[in-house]
């Protein structure tokens, strides 16, 4: 009697061990590019085109010229698109004088781009 012995072997299919590990790989590399890139951009956009120094993390300024006043609202030139409208209650609030035709402003915006404060420049 004679026996046949015969030598199987499985192909060598990646396991999931392995999938899991090189994906896991991928992911953090991915991530770890992500974030360093839009720290870059962040930190570009946070430059104000202005000069202008922001008082807290986030917000900005912006320098306008108020082009109108109409009942509870200044229209101010920005120098963009489209123009920025101000509530006229918040200086009376601080006891400020209102805006008026001419003057020009300082607007101080969060990262939301809501407005936070106006000063006379």
């Known amino acids: ?58 917000e900005r300024v912006i320098n306008g010229i108020v082009e109108e006043i109409r009942g509870e609202q200044a229209k101010v030139d920005i120098g963009e698109g489209q123009p920025r409208y101000l509530p006229m209650n918040l200086r009376e609030e601080k006891g400020l004088p209102a805006l008026k035709k001419g003057d020009q402003v300082e607007i101080t915006v969060n990262d939301q781009n809501l407005l936070v404060d106006v000063h006379l420049a």
């Open 1 to 58: 009697m004679s026996h046949l012995i015969v030598n199987c072997q499985t192909s060598r299919v990646p396991s999931k061990k392995g999938f899991a590990r090189g994906l896991y790989l991928f992911g953090t590399c991915s991530l770890m590019m992500f974030l360093t890139l839009s720290g870059v951009v962040l930190a570009q956009e946070g430059k104000n085109p202005q000069g202008s120094e922001s008082s807290l993390a986030g």
